[in-house]
Nanobody, 123 residues
Framework: QLQLVESGGGLVQPGGSLRLSCAAP????????IAWFRQAPGKEREGVSC????????NYVDSVKDRFTISRDNAKNTVYLQMNSLKSEDTAVYYC????????????????WGEGTLVTVSS
């Protein structure tokens, strides 16, 4: 079973940057569509961005489209989420998810999930 491992979360001041990583030791992420979701306290989990096996990117949250960038490095078997100009409203647990098929902004559209990494944006 595919196991996803997120890393790179932490505490950052408003306006700062973080890069999240998603890895799957022993598996080839290039065979899967990989998405980043996030869940803020008291809110539903929402899809943020997804990258398909061909590299096509889908962005689902208007407020992050000019600040967050998803990418994949198949040589390193890792998918990244570069987050710039972070705001307090970006505070959430960020999850990496994989789909055997196509990208989806919905939880039930993804097949495998990581445990999440906490991003806290605060001064």
């Amino acid at each position: 079973q595919l196991q996803l491992v997120e890393s790179g979360g932490g505490l950052v001041q408003p306006g700062g940057s973080l890069r999240l990583s998603c890895a799957a030791p022993g598996f080839t992420l290039g065979y899967y569509a990989i998405a980043w979701f996030r869940q803020a306290p008291g809110k539903e989990r929402e899809g943020v961005s997804c990258i398909g096996t061909s590299g096509v990117i889908s962005n689902y949250v208007d407020s992050v489209k000019d600040r967050f960038t998803i990418s994949r490095d198949n040589a390193k078997n890792t998918v990244y989420l570069q987050m710039n100009s972070l705001k307090s409203e970006d505070t959430a647990v960020y999850y990496c998810a994989a789909a055997v098929g196509q990208c989806s902004p919905f939880r039930n559209g993804m097949d495998f999930w990581g445990e999440g990494t906490l991003v806290t944006v605060s001064s």
